[in-house]
C-alpha cells in the first residue's frame, strides 16, 4: 500500500465530472492536495454545477488546454466513450503526466488504450472503485463517496511503479481501500458480483413491468421486491456501456448462473424441497458471511488483525444457577454423525461456538443441508455413508483441531479429493499423528512441512482395517480412525495407551453403528450404516470448569452449573479439584442420549496443593490452564507431570500459562511435560493468551483473587468454544470484560 501522497502536486485533470469523477475532485480539492482541480465536461451547465459546488477549482472547455502542465489525468467518462478520449489525448503532449480512470470494466479500457496509443502508456494507471449508487450526476458529488470503499488498480507488467504509487496514494487519502488485480481477474470478479446483480434487477424490473397486470404487481411490491430491485434505478446508459464492454465476462457468469435457475426450476417442478433446502440455507450462511465481512466483522479478521483485549477487575464471588453451552465434542460430531446418517437428525443444545460452525460449514460445502444453529437447534439432512458430494474448494476449519483430525479420517475414504486449512494456530499443530495411521490403512494425504496443514487428502482410495496402538492418549485420533473404519475393508480396532473421550463411540452406538469396547481397544468394522437420531448435548465440563475453579478460589462463593456432561472420560478436573480440596456435589444425576449429565454444585473452599495423579490427566486435558489458576490459589505445591500433549494445544499451554502466571507474581516453573506451581498471593498485570480460548478465559477467573487488575490480550477465539462467555461471567461474578477504547 502507499504512503501519503509525497509532494504537493500542481494540477489534477478530472474528465467527466458524474458522481464518481465530481466526488474524485472534490475529495482531493478538500484534501489541498493539488493547487488546482480542474474539470473539463461536455455540458456547460455540469461546468458550471461543478465551480459552484465546490467540485472543482474552474472548468475548461478544450481538453488539450485543461492537460497542459497536469499531474495527473483522471479519465471518468462513461465506458464507452473511453476510446474517443483516449484517442483526443494521444494527440497531445502530456508531459510526464500520469493518466487513470474509473471504468467498471478493465480490459476494454487497455484494448483502447493499446489501440490509441500503439502500445499501453507506462503512466496509465488502470483503476475502478467500487463505490457506485443509483445516484448520478455532479449534484451528488460527495468528498466522502469512497471512505472505506474499495478500489482496484490493474496494473500491467510495465506500468511505471511511480505512476502506480501516485495514484495508489490519492485513493489512499480519500480514505480508500486500495487492492492491486490483474485486468482480466478484475472483469471476471466483477461480471459476477456487480454486472450480473444489475442484469438480474434490470431484467426482473422490466419483465413484471410488461405484464399486464403490472399495476397490481407493483401495488404489492413490498420489502423484498424493493430491496432486490434497487440497482435497477441505475443508469442506463451507463450499464448499456458496461454490459458491452465487459462482454465476454458477463456471458460466462450468464451462462453459469443459467444453468443454476434451471435446477432451480428444476427442483420447484418436481418438488425437489431438499434440492430447494440446500440453496437457500447454504446462501443464507453465505450471506451472513458477507454481512461480516461488510461490517468488518469476520472472524477471521477478528483472529488476525484485532488484539482483542479483556481486563478483569480483581475480587468478587460468584453466585446463581447457569448453564453453560454445548459441548463442543459432541456437537461436532453431531454434525458429522448426523450428515453421514441416512434421515433427519435433530440436535439440541448445539454449541454455537465457531469451531462448532466450521464443521457445519464443511459438510455444507460438501452438500449436506443442515438447517440453523438458531437456540442451538440444528437440523441435518443425512445424506448416507455415501452422499458427500466434492467441496467447491478447500475447507476453511479456522481454530478447529477437532474438526480437522476427524474429518481427515472420513475424508480419506471419499470418492473425491479435499483440502483441510485453518488458521494461523490450526496451521502449526501437528497432523502426522492422523496422517501416518491412515496412510497404513491405504490412505493418500499430503501435509505441510513437517506434518503440519493444510492437509491434501486424495479421493479415490481403497481403504483396509488395521489394529493401531496409538502412541498417545488422543480421541481426536481414536476417532479420526474409527470414521476412517466405517469405509475401510474388514475391521480397524484402536487401542489407547490411557482412557480418553469416548463420545464418537458413545453417538456411533446411538446411530445405530456397532461399536464393540474391550478394556482400551474400540473396534468398527464396515459394511453398517448411520440412522438418523434426536441427539442432546449436555452443557460442556470444559466449559463449567471455568466456573468450577472460579467458584472454589473466590471466597463467599456458592453456584450452581446446570446440566453439565460428566462422562466419565471427562471429569478429571472435578477428581483433581476434590483432591485438591473443592467442595463440589454432583446433584440431579441422570443420562441424556447415551451421555451421564448433572448439576453441579459448587461452594468456595481452601484449597491445597497436589501432586496431580498422572492417570487424570487424559481425563482433564482442556482444564489445565484454569486447573494452573486453582494451584496458585491453593496453599502449597502442585506438581503435574506426564502432560506434554499440552504442548500442542491451541496454544503451548504449558508455557503460555507460566509466562501469564509470573507475569502476575506467581511461583511457577514448566517442565518438559508438566509445571510445578506453589501457590500465593499474586497481583494484576498484562498477560497474552496468544489467541488461546481457554487461557484468556483462565486468567479472568485468576482476577478474583488478584491484587490488581488482569489485562489479558488475544481473546477473540473465546467465541471458538463459549461465545457466551462474558455474559455468563459477568452474571455469576466474576469482573471481567472487554476493554473500552
Ligand atoms: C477432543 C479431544 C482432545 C481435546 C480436544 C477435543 C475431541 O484432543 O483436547 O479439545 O473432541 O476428540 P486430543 O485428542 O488431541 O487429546
Not at 448416507?384 to 480419506?412: D, E, F, V
Not at 490411557?498 to 464396515?526: C, I, K, N, W
Request: contains cysteine.
Amino acid at each position: 500500500m502507499a504512503d501519503a501522497v509525497p509532494v504537493k502536486l500542481r494540477r489534477l485533470v478530472v474528465v467527466g465530472l458524474g458522481l464518481i469523477g465530481g466526488s474524485f475532485a472534490k475529495g482531493l480539492r478538500e484534501k489541498g492536495v493539488f493547487e488546482e482541480v480542474l474539470g473539463v465536461d461536455r455540458d456547460p451547465e455540469t461546468r458550471r454545477l461543478a465551480v459552484e459546488l465546490g467540485v472543482v477549482d474552474r472548468c475548461e472547455e478544450s481538453l488539450e488546454q485543461a492537460c497542459r502542465e497536469a499531474d495527473v489525468i483522471q479519465l471518468a467518462v462513461p465506458i464507452l466513450a473511453m476510446e474517443k478520449v483516449l484517442a483526443e489525448l494521444s494527440r497531445y503532449d502530456l508531459g510526464n503526466a500520469v493518466l487513470t480512470d474509473v471504468g467498471s470494466a478493465k480490459g476494454n479500457v487497455v484494448r483502447a488504450a493499446r489501440a490509441t496509443f500503439g502500445s499501453m502508456p507506462p503512466r496509465f494507471v488502470p483503476g475502478h472503485p467500487i463505490a457506485g449508487s443509483e445516484q448520478s450526476g455532479v449534484e451528488a458529488a460527495n468528498a466522502e463517496l469512497f471512505r472505506r470503499h474499495k478500489v482496484i488498480l490493474t496494473p500491467l507488467a510495465d506500468t511505471d511503479p511511480q505512476a502506480l504509487a501516485l495514484v495508489d496514494s490519492l485513493w489512499c487519502e480519500l480514505g480508500a481501500d486500495v487492492e492491486h488485480m490483474d485486468v482480466d481477474h478484475h472483469d471476471e470478479v466483477l461480471a459476477a458480483t456487480s454486472h450480473l446483480p444489475h442484469l438480474l434487477a434490470f431484467t426482473l424490473v422490466d419483465s413484471l413491468a410488461k405484464r399486464s397486470e403490472n399495476l397490481e404487481i407493483f401495488r404489492y411490491a413490498a420489502g423484498g421486491f424493493r430491496d432486490f430491485t434497487r440497482i435497477a434505478g441505475s443508469d442506463p446508459v451507463m450499464w448499456h456501456d458496461i454490459f458491452l464492454a465487459n462482454r465476454e465476462a458477463v456471458l460466462r457468469i450468464l451462462d453459469v448462473f443459467r444453468g443454476d435457475l434451471d435446477a432451480l426450476r428444476e427442483a420447484v417442478d418436481s418438488g425437489d424441497g431438499h434440492q430447494l433446502l440446500g440453496v437457500f440455507t447454504r446462501a443464507r450462511v453465505a450471506r451472513e458471511h458477507f454481512s461480516k465481512i461488510l461490517a468488518r466483522r469476520a472472524y477471521v479478521d477478528a483472529m488476525h488483525n484485532n488484539d482483542l483485549i479483556y481486563l478483569a477487575q480483581p475480587g468478587g464471588s460468584l453466585s446463581g444457577r447457569v448453564r453453560v453451552p454445548g459441548d463442543k465434542s459432541i456437537s461436532h460430531r453431531s454434525i458429522m454423525l448426523g450428515s453421514l446418517a441416512e434421515g433427519t437428525t435433530e440436535v439440541e443444545g448445539f454449541l454455537e461456538g465457531e469451531d462448532a460452525l466450521a464443521t457445519i460449514q464443511a459438510f455444507r460445502d460438501m452438500g449436506v443441508v443442515i438447517e440453523g444453529p438458531q437456540h442451538g437447534r440444528v437440523t441435518v439432512h443425512g445424506v448416507g455413508l455415501h452422499g458427500l458430494k466434492p467441496p467447491p474448494g478447500p475447507l476453511y476449519l479456522g481454530n478447529s483441531g477437532t474438526s480437522m483430525r476427524l474429518l481427515s479420517g472420513l475424508l480419506a475414504a471419499q470418492s473425491f479429493d479435499t483440502t483441510l486449512t485453518g488458521d494461523a494456530s490450526l496451521s502449526k499443530r501437528p497432523m502426522n499423528r492422523v496422517a501416518k495411521p491412515l496412510r497404513e490403512m491405504g490412505a493418500v494425504i499430503e501435509t505441510g512441512p513437517e506434518g503440519r496443514p493444510p492437509l491434501t487428502i486424495r479421493g479415490g482410495q481403497r481403504l483396509t482395517g488395521m489394529n493401531y496402538e496409538m502412541p498417545m492418549a488422543s480421541a481426536q485420533v481414536k476417532s479420526c480412525l474409527l470414521l476412517a473404519g466405517l469405509y475401510a475393508a474388514g475391521e480397524t480396532a484402536v487401542t489407547e495407551p490411557a482412557p480418553t473421550r469416548d463420545h464418537t463411540e458413545r453417538m456411533l452406538r446411538g446411530f445405530g453403528y456397532p461399536v464393540d469396547v474391550q478394556g482400551s481397544t474400540a473396534r468398527v468394522e464396515s459394511g453398517h450404516k448411520l440412522s438418523a437420531t434426536h441427539i442432546e448435548v449436555p452443557a460442556d465440563i470444559s466449559s463449567a470448569a471455568f466456573f468450577l475453579v472460579a467458584a472454589s478460589i473466590a471466597e463467599g462463593s456458592e453456584i450452581v452449573l446446570e446440566h453439565v456432561g460428566i462422562n466419565p472420560t471427562r471429569t478429571g478436573v472435578i477428581d483433581i479439584l476434590k483432591l485438591m480440596g473443592a467442595d463440589i456435589t454432583l446433584e440431579n444425576q441422570r443420562e441424556v442420549g447415551g451421555e451421564p449429565v448433572a448439576d453441579l454444585c459448587v461452594r468456595s473452599a481452601k484449597l491445597k496443593g497436589i501432586d496431580i495423579p498422572e492417570d487424570l490427566v487424559p481425563l482433564a486435558i482442556d482444564e489445565f490452564p484454569v486447573l494452573f489458576v486453582a494451584a496458585a490459589n491453593a496453599e502449597g505445591r502442585t506438581v503435574l507431570r506426564g502432560a506434554e500433549e499440552l504442548r500442542v494445544k491451541e496454544s503451548d499451554r504449558i508455557q503460555v500459562m507460566a509466562d501469564g502466571l509470573k507475569a502476575l507474581g506467581v511461583k511457577c516453573e514448566p517442565t518438559p511435560d508438566g509445571i510445578i506451581i506453589d501457590g500465593g498471593a499474586y497481583g494484576g498485570g498484562e498477560v497474552w493468551s496468544h489467541g488461546d480460548h481457554r487461557i484468556a478465559m483462565s486468567f479472568s477467573v485468576a482476577s478474583l483473587r488478584a491484587g490488581g487488575p488482569i489485562r489479558i490480550h488475544d481473546c477473540a477465539n473465546v467465541a471458538t468454544s463459549f461465545p457466551t462467555f462474558l455474559g455468563l461471567a459477568s452474571q455469576t461474578g466474576i469482573r471481567v470484560a472487554v476493554e473500552s477504547n
